[in-house]
Each structure stands twice: as structure tokens, then as C-alpha cells.
């Protein structure tokens, strides 16, 4: 029981870490389930991860998600800018190809190479701002990138902020704009796990509860802090964290 818990714990940990910092999520869960063999892990466990994660961005962004008539329009391109992700990856995922994306030499090097784009696209200082700089065509350049993240390694916070930065907008925004596209993402995630779901027997218990609560709570604590990081600090110190993981992998595959 109580080894299960410390493993949900960890789980939790690198969903609500990983998912909304620039360092690619499913990366880290697809390594950590290959180097340790969790007992826990479930898909059941998998939703219940994501769903936490969904609540804690929904909670952080209320006034915005919820005040429609004042967000109207930044709500719609929201939902227009996660269209691409959305139709690319029920496209691979329904062909089987997202799977063939999932190994390590993959991982390798998209976390390194996309290390390299994410700092060049953040060494300059720019000022464009969600309130008065995003639109259509804006979005749609955001939301295109983000289908590079259904390779795993890429990281969808990390590629939706580097194309945001190669928009010109400030960092604290681009980051919040990765932040309200994980939204759309991460209902599309759980809703395709949910369809394995359905035929099987699912046991309601207590790893469930743990999983979306401590989810919840690492995730939330995630988007506060990386916010005021970022608004003092560079990309630097993610770049550098992924290329040391990559350098990691290399010395294992190679």
C-alpha cells in the first residue's frame, strides 16, 4: 500500500512538473515507466494524472476561462488554435503511428534539438502581448507547431512558447498562452484514454483520488512558480536541463 502511494507520488510529481514546464511530460513518463517498472501504473491512473492536471490550469485561469463575455475572443482562438493538435494526433493515434514515435533514440534527440530552438527563439527581448497581439494568424502558427509535440521529447509547453517567441511575445505571455492551450490538449488526451477505457472493469479506489489531488497540487504550484520565474529569468535553465538529459540518452543508446 504504502510503496503504491510513494509511486502515485511520483507520478504525479513528473505529470504536474513536466506537463506545463518546457521539458516534455510524456518524455519523462514514457523514460521513468522504461527505467522503473511501476506497479501503480494504469491507464486508469494515467487519466486520473491528466485530469488533475486539466482542474489545476482550469482553477489557475478562471477569471479568464470564465468572465466569456470580457474573454470571448481569446477563448475562441484558443479552440481554434488546438484544431491542428486535435485532428493530427486522433489521426495518429487511430493509425497506431503515435506509438512508433514512443523510444528512446527519439526522445534523445528531439529533447536535444528542440533544446537548441527553444533558446534561439528566447535570446531576444520582445514586448507583443496576449491582449492586444493575439489573432488568427497568430494562433493558427502557434497551433501548428504544437503538433510537433505529439513526437515525444518535443514537449508541447516547450514548442508552444518557442513558436509564441518566435512571434515576438514576451515571455510571461507566451508562457500563458502554452498554459491555456493545454486546456484544449489535455482534454483530448484523457478523452482518448477514456475510449480504452470503456469495455473494461475498472476498480474505483483509493490511487485515483491520490493521483488527481496530488496532480492537482503539483501542477498548480508549477504554473505559479514557473510564472514568476519567467519573468525574471530566461529559458536558459530548461535549455540546459534538456540537453544534459539528452547527453544522458546518448551515452546509453550510443
Known amino acids: 500500500m504504502f510503496q503504491n502511494i510513494i509511486e502515485v507520488l511520483i507520478l504525479s510529481a513528473i505529470q504536474g512538473i513536466s506537463e506545463f514546464l518546457p521539458i516534455s511530460s510524456s518524455a519523462h513518463l514514457i523514460l521513468v515507466s522504461t527505467l522503473y517498472e511501476f506497479k501503480s501504473s494504469s491507464l486508469l491512473i494515467d ?9 489545476a490550469i482550469i482553477y489557475f485561469f478562471k ?11 481569446l477563448l475562441s ?3 481554434l488554435g488546438s484544431i491542428p493538435l486535435v485532428i493530427v494526433g486522433y489521426i495518429l493515434y487511430s493509425t497506431g503511428l503515435i506509438y512508433q514515435l514512443r523510444n528512446i533514440e527519439i526522445i534523445a534527440w528531439t529533447t536535444f534539438v528542440f533544446a537548441i530552438i527553444l ?14 497581439n493575439l489573432n488568427f494568424q497568430s494562433i493558427i502558427f502557434i497551433g501548428i507547431f504544437q503538433i510537433l509535440s505529439l513526437i515525444p521529447g518535443v514537449s508541447r509547453a516547450g514548442i508552444t512558447i518557442t513558436a509564441a517567441r518566435i512571434l515576438k511575445f514576451n515571455r510571461v505571455d507566451s508562457s500563458k498562452i502554452s498554459f ?23 476498480e474505483f479506489n483509493y ?15 508549477t504554473v505559479k512558480f514557473f510564472l514568476i520565474y519567467i519573468n525574471k529569468f530566461s529559458m536558459n535553465a530548461f535549455v540546459i536541463y534538456r540537453i544534459i538529459i539528452a547527453f544522458i540518452l546518448f551515452s546509453l543508446i550510443y
Not at 63 to 73: C, I, M, S, W
Request: proline residues 1%; charged residues 15%.
Open 47 to 55: 487519466i486520473s494524472l491528466h485530469l488533475g492536471s486539466l482542474i
Open 63 to 73: 477569471d479568464e476561462l470564465f468572465d466569456a463575455r470580457k474573454n470571448k475572443r
Open 77 to 79: 482562438l484558443i479552440i
Open 119 to 132: 533558446y534561439l527563439s528566447d535570446k531576444s527581448s520582445f514586448n507583443k502581448k496576449i491582449s492586444t
Open 180 to 202: 491555456l492551450l493545454s486546456i484544449p490538449a489535455l482534454v483530448g488526451a484523457s478523452a482518448l484514454s477514456l475510449k480504452d477505457v470503456f469495455g473494461q472493469s475498472i
Open 207 to 221: 490511487l485515483i483520488i491520490i493521483a488527481i489531488i496530488s496532480s492537482f497540487v503539483f501542477s498548480f504550484l
